[in-house]
């Protein structure tokens, strides 16, 4: 039978919920992330914009029509 310290699993659980809300938080690195995420953004729009046909080239599937 597999034991499981359910007090670790809580304290890991906790500790990885902090760390994620501080590495998002504008302590560390949300000007960074949004400012990445906005160019992503306009670079997928610009993309989309000259090529609107080559969007659906890289989806694993295509819709049926």
Request: glycine content about 2%; charged content about 20%; aromatic content about 14%.
């Amino acid at each position: 039978m597999v034991h499981v310290n359910y007090l670790a699993v809580l304290v890991a659980t906790v500790v990885v919920f902090v760390l994620g809300w501080l590495w998002y938080s504008p302590l560390l690195f949300f000007k960074p992330w949004m400012r990445a995420r906005a160019s992503a953004k306009t670079r997928h729009r610009v993309h989309t914009v000259l090529h609107p046909r080559l969007r659906h080239r890289h989806l694993p599937f295509r819709p049926r029509r």
